[in-house]
């Protein structure tokens, strides 16, 4: 931890059912309330750092944001607190609300509450799935004062799980015969995907799953839809995306986000070339593929100084 930083255990969602465990992490030696930032995490289950292969990037970025006079707040994800809600017949029914939405909303209502932090200056810094959801966070109850979106899309998470499988099998060579096969069966998955539209939520729980997650968990998030809900925003946002993301695509989903949030004034972009999926640079033996993940590196740090700065510039 760097020297000019402490951190404090927290609990998020006190006297709910699912209280979760935080850390805040926040500069020392500060006399005036702090703008604060709320991190939430991407897909799956996941610790208070985002520990992903050999990364920890809500560790890095906690460190970096409070070295520049940002309290931050990170705490694990409720599938990871508590899995068996998210586990056999259960799975069928749970959405990104109970998964994802519900904590970061107690995370910001912490922050609020805490006397050393300007209320009016809470932000949100959602990475991958958590940038995608970031606008709904903000609509159910977390009323930040500004979004990071991070490696996120406003297109639907079905579109994303078909283009990446399809970006795999691009790859193979036509002579396996697989590569066909496994073709059909993505196609099929989209298929399914497109259906669930016309399905009631009950047909929904008992459909088969698609792309490998529940049925119901495609729909539920298709009826608060990303890009719908940023078209809205008017408050500031800073949207953060790596050239070399093969999971979150600067040829696609990026310059999306331009076209969601060319209406908002407030809305600025900064693409990293040379940065993947957890903004951390790379460029050896398995590049563009899962392998990248198993070498440990960092968040770059002049992503974290973006972001820093950023939030000091909408909290003068």
Do not use: C
Not at 10 to 36: Q, R, S
């Amino acid at each position: 931890m760097p020297a000019g930083v402490t951190e404090e255990t927290v609990v998020v969602g006190a006297g709910t059912a699912h209280p979760l465990k935080g850390i805040l992490t926040i500069p020392k030696d500060t006399v005036k309330p702090l703008p604060a930032v709320v991190l939430v995490h991407g897909s799956g289950v996941s610790d208070l750092n985002e520990a992903a292969y050999a990364y920890k990037p809500f560790r890095d970025i906690a460190y970096g944001l409070a070295e520049q006079g940002i309290a931050v707040l990170r705490y694990d994800k409720r599938g990871y607190s508590y899995p068996q809600e998210f586990m056999g017949t259960a799975a069928a029914s749970v959405t990104v609300k109970e998964e994802t939405v519900e904590d970061a909303v107690a995370a910001a209502f912490l922050l609020k509450q805490d006397k050393r932090m300007d209320a009016g200056q809470v932000y949100l810094a959602g990475h991958s799935l958590g940038g995608m959801l970031g606008p709904r966070i903000d609509a159910e109850g977390g009323n930040f004062a500004g979004l990071i979106l991070l490696a996120g899309s406003p297109r639907s998470l079905w579109e994303i799980a078909y283009d990446q499988n399809m970006r795999v099998i691009a790859k193979l060579d036509d002579s396996i015969p697989a590569k066909a096969e496994a073709a059909a069966k993505v196609e099929a998955e989209l298929a399914r995907a497109k259906a669930l539209s016309a399905m009631t939520d009950e047909q929904a729980k008992a459909a088969p799953a698609v792309f490998g997650a529940p049925a119901y968990y495609f729909k539920e998030m298709d009826q608060h839809g990303t890009a719908e809900l940023a078209r809205k925003l008017t408050k500031p946002v800073l949207v953060m995306q790596g050239s070399d993301d093969f999971q979150v695509y600067a040829d696609a989903d990026y310059p999306l986000w331009k076209d969601v949030l060319k209406n908002n004034n407030s809305a600025e972009f900064k693409l990293y070339p040379g940065l993947n999926h957890f903004f951390v640079d790379y460029d050896g033996a398995g590049a563009g593929t899962p392998d990248e993940y198993n070498v440990p590196g960092v968040v770059d740090a002049r992503v974290i100084k973006d972001m820093g700065q950023w939030v000091l510039k909408q909290s003068r």
